[in-house]
Every structure is written in C-alpha cells, then in structure tokens.
C-alpha cells in the first residue's frame, strides 16, 4: 500500500512568484487536506478536496488555491508569495469526505517551501 | 470555534520515567481529539483518537489518553519513557459535526535524557 507522496520535497522561492505543490494521496482515499505548518507552530487547516470539490476551508487568502484531479491527487498553488509563506506544507487523505470511518488523516512528509 | 492549548512547549524526562504530555481543548460540540507524533524532517503519524466510547484510549508505542470531559482535558501519558520517544507531539481537536478538520496545538517537544 503506498502511502501519501508529496513533491518537491523542498523549494525556493523570492517573494511575488507562484508555487506550485502536488500531493498523492493513500490508494483508496477520495479526501486530500492540506496544512500549512510554521516553524515552532502546530499545522493550520487550509483546505479539503473530496470528490474534486473544495469541501471546506480554512482562514487562508484567495491566493491560496487548489486543485483535485479524478485519480484523487492534488495540487495546492500559492500566488504572490509572501515571506510569512515560509513554512512546510502538509497533504493529509482519508476515505470518504471528511475523515471517512476511521477519524483518521495519513500525512505526507510534507514540502519545505522558503520565501526569500 | 475550536481550540487547544499544549502546556509546556518543551518536556524532558530521563528514560524509564512516565512521560505526561498535558492538552486541554474548547469545544462548543462534542469533539473528537487526536495526539499525533512529529519526527524530524517527516510528517505526522497518529498515536491515537477519542471518536466516542471509552474515554481511556490506548495507542501506538504504549501511549495511552484520558478524555475528561469535564476538565476538557486530553493528556498523553506513557508509563516508561524510551530514547525513541523523542519528538515532537501535537494535540488536536475536531468537532464531530463536520469532520472537516483539525485544530491543532503548537506542540510539545519532548526530550528522553539517558
């Protein structure tokens, strides 16, 4: 069973570019969530994909965007960066909207991103 | 709105002693809360989850937890610390309406003094 992959695993960027980050999730999981996680903090909700639809979001500003294709993957795009942006980006799945029948998320080892 | 509060952003416990991570949480609903655990440069692994049931919920690597309702507390415990156990731990809640998502703490690092 493959667990959730996420890429790149780290990446630069200077301030006013656009990132760009992908997430597979767990084979057999619809649901992929994402989380911002700042140096010293606990990780923030951004958003949740299901069936290829935003299925909630967290207090994160339009700039930050996603995706979901048919196979469940996901993408998660952040316009204008900022330096606060700095921080590692989580991609958690599950089965079924929500957390499905287990109440559990299965996290990647995330996306180290740096705003210069 | 949900909240958790982790006491202690750093705990070390020389190995073989209990190890007490301590959360309290705020919730207007039921919730349902989760400690997960952090090693360096990896993501998150859940050690355990209260849904319903039986308030004493035991977990991976010998942890167990408490949900006391009324002190809306979650602590983690384990009897015996092991070297292993360093990382960082992280409470969080999440109410059992939507199920959408996690409310996390800021963490706890714990260190395991040989």
């Known amino acids: 069973e493959t667990g959730v992959t996420q890429s790149p695993t780290h990446l630069i960027k200077t301030r006013g570019q656009q990132v760009t980050l992908r997430c597979s999730s767990q084979?057999?999981?619809?649901?992929v969530s994402w989380y911002q996680q700042a140096l010293g903090q606990g990780p923030q909700f951004i958003f949740q994909?299901?069936?290829?639809?935003?299925?909630g979001r967290g207090n994160f500003p339009p700039r930050f965007s996603g995706l979901q294709f048919p196979n469940y993957s996901s993408e998660l795009n952040v316009n204008a960066l900022e330096l606060d942006d700095s921080a590692l980006y989580l991609c958690?799945?599950?089965?079924?909207?929500?957390?499905?029948?287990?109440?559990?998320?299965?996290f990647g080892e995330g996306s180290r991103l740096t705003v210069l | 709105a949900q909240s958790v509060t982790q006491l202690g952003s750093h705990v070390s416990v020389s190995e073989g002693a209990l190890v007490l991570l301590r959360c309290n949480y705020s919730?207007?609903?039921?919730?349902?809360l989760f400690w997960y655990v952090q090693y360096p440069n990896q993501g998150l692994q859940l050690l355990l989850k209260?849904?319903?049931?039986?308030?004493l919920v035991k977990g991976i690597n010998g942890f167990e937890a408490e949900f006391k309702k009324s002190e809306t507390s979650f602590h983690l415990t384990k009897p015996s610390a092991h070297m292993s156990d360093a990382a960082e731990y992280f409470c969080?809640?999440?109410?059992?309406?939507?199920?959408?998502?996690?409310?996390f703490g800021s963490g706890t690092q714990l260190t395991v003094l040989p």
């Open positions: 994909y299901y069936r290829e639809e935003e299925n």
């Open positions: 919730s207007s609903v039921p919730p349902y």
């Open positions: 084979s057999g999981h619809n649901t």
């Open positions: 209260y849904t319903t049931g039986a308030t």
């Open positions: 958690a799945s599950s089965p079924g909207g929500g957390f499905g029948h287990t109440g559990e998320l299965f």
């Open positions: 969080a809640v999440s109410d059992q309406g939507s199920a959408r998502q996690l409310t």
